[in-house]
């Protein structure tokens, strides 16, 4: 069975909400949808997703533990409350179950077109991404390091790295044998290549890299004339029918990245902050709810130097992939 994954709490209600009825438009009301709980402040999810039979909240104790109890032993800082990211690493969750090939989708982004074509690449590859984070693979892995280079060749890092904002895969990988190898791995000394300034990424990239899955990027796997961009950051996106098009091709996905939840919850509040694509969002966030959606009749503010275009638009531009 073939399903999507995200991960979330109800600090980040709006987003899911708008990712989910995003999934309906384009993939109708059937295919089913497992939430990970990033935390226990779920009341609003469980609440809402009662008129969502499609949806449900994992609530698989000893899976969420193991993995919780994997994190603990690798790389227990990452696990401080305090954190941002504390949770994020229960999307590994996805590989105990419930589908048998499943794509997880951050809650902070919006689907735009169905996953067949991202489905049956799973007929070939163990593990399949659409982004470009390869491009900097210094917020994966720490480049400094010279056992780095002893791990995974250069080639390898310049082409194989993804951002965990969105993946497919297949139930059962990373069992306990497997687990078990990773970890005296890292213990060994294998930690110290990874990136310290993010939470379960840079670990999701090197379980996959040393595991030796069998991967596919879409963006670079893809001709150039029919890949797209995913990322907010790219400003050049035409829309036409709340659906956005690259050069004439449709997204596969849009991605909120550098959007904070908290800017994203004060515009559904009816505070007129700005942040690109807003008006998308706010289409699906409020799509069964259109008397709710607030109106705004000043012009926005200017968006926040903090969402200027990224390094990735700078080099897609060169590849051509934006302008």
């Known amino acids: 069975m073939n399903g999507i994954c995200t991960l979330a709490n109800d600090r980040v209600y709006d987003q899911l909400i708008a990712l989910l009825n995003s999934i309906e438009v384009v993939m109708g009301q059937t295919l089913p949808i497992c939430i990970y709980p990033f935390d226990d402040q779920c009341d609003r999810i469980r609440a809402e997703i009662r008129n969502r039979p499609n949806v449900t909240i994992y609530d698989d104790q000893d899976s969420i533990r193991r993995w919780d109890t994997f994190m603990q032993r690798i790389a227990p800082e990452r696990l401080n409350h305090k954190l941002r990211l504390y949770g994020a690493h229960r999307r590994f969750c996805a590989f105990d179950g419930p589908f048998d090939n499943f794509v997880y989708m951050d809650a902070d982004t919006l689907a735009m077109s169905p996953l067949d074509r991202v489905f049956g690449m799973l007929d070939k590859f163990d593990w399949v991404v659409y982004d470009y984070q390869f491009l900097d693979p210094s917020k994966i892995y720490n480049v400094n390091s010279a056992k ?111 959007v904070k939840p908290q800017l994203m ?59």
Do not use: W
């Open 148 to 258: 780095l280079y002893d791990v995974f060749s250069d080639e390898r890092i310049r082409s194989e790295i993804f951002c965990s904002g969105f993946f497919a895969a297949k139930r059962g990988l990373f069992g306990e044998h497997q687990r078990e190898t990773l970890i005296a791995q890292l213990q060994a000394g294998d930690k110290e290549i990874l990136y310290g300034g993010a939470g379960e990424q840079p670990v999701l990239n090197y379980m996959v890299m040393r595991s030796g899955l069998k991967s596919c990027n879409l963006g670079s796997y893809l001709p150039s004339d029919k890949s797209t961009g995913c990322s907010v950051t790219s400003k050049h996106f035409e829309e036409r029918n709340h659906i956005l098009y690259d050069r004439g091709t449709r997204l596969t996905y849009l991605h909120y990245i550098g």
């Open 265 to 323: 919850e004060q515009v559904c509040a009816g505070e007129n902050v700005m942040f690109p694509y807003r008006n998308l969002f706010l289409h699906y966030r409020f799509l069964h709810e259109p008397q709710k959606r607030p109106v705004f009749l000043d012009p926005p503010p200017a968006e926040p130097k903090t969402l200027s275009p990224s390094f990735v638009k700078r080099v897609l531009k060169k590849l051509r992939l934006a302008y």
